[in-house]
């Protein structure tokens, strides 16, 4: 069990190398960080591990991102949900109105120091609630 200052992150990304830059970030900052390829390793992850934030990239290989953020919803109500994408779906900001624990939206290439300023931000808040 981890200590309760430590924000709990899961990374869901199909692109490999980038999952592995966000969580060099994370980790340098004292996160514990569990990455998954898609919704099938992300669902097995959170039907058995408690997270406070989840990093989830809108188009994943393998299922739905929707999917994913609908069950933390359930099984980790708590938990928040920062969208990536490199894409223009919702970029009308509707994402919020589609996924009830999404708390930022933004472009797979923002600088991962700027995703782990997000992440810490969102983890202290959880922690504050």
């Known amino acids: 069990m981890s200590a309760p200052d430590t924000t709990r992150v899961l990374i869901v990304e199909s692109v490999a190398e980038l999952a592995t830059v966000w969580e060099r970030h994370l980790v340098r900052q004292g996160m514990q960080v569990k990455s998954a390829r898609g919704q099938t390793d992300a669902i097995e ?4 591990t408690e997270v406070d934030i989840i990093i989830l990239d809108l188009v994943i290989e393998d299922g739905s ?3 994913i953020s609908d069950y933390a919803n359930y099984r980790h109500p708590s ?3 920062i969208f990536v994408t490199n894409t223009t779906f919702f970029s009308d900001g509707s994402i919020f109105a589609h996924s009830a624990n999404a708390r930022a939206f933004v472009q797979s290439g923002t ?3 700027d995703l782990a300023a997000m992440v810490a931000h969102y983890g202290a ?3 504050a609630s």
């Open 79 to 81: 938990a928040r949900v």
């Open 111 to 113: 600088p991962p120091e």
């Open 125 to 127: 808040e959880r922690e």
């Open 65 to 67: 991102a929707l999917a």
């Open 45 to 48: 992850y959170l039907s058995e």
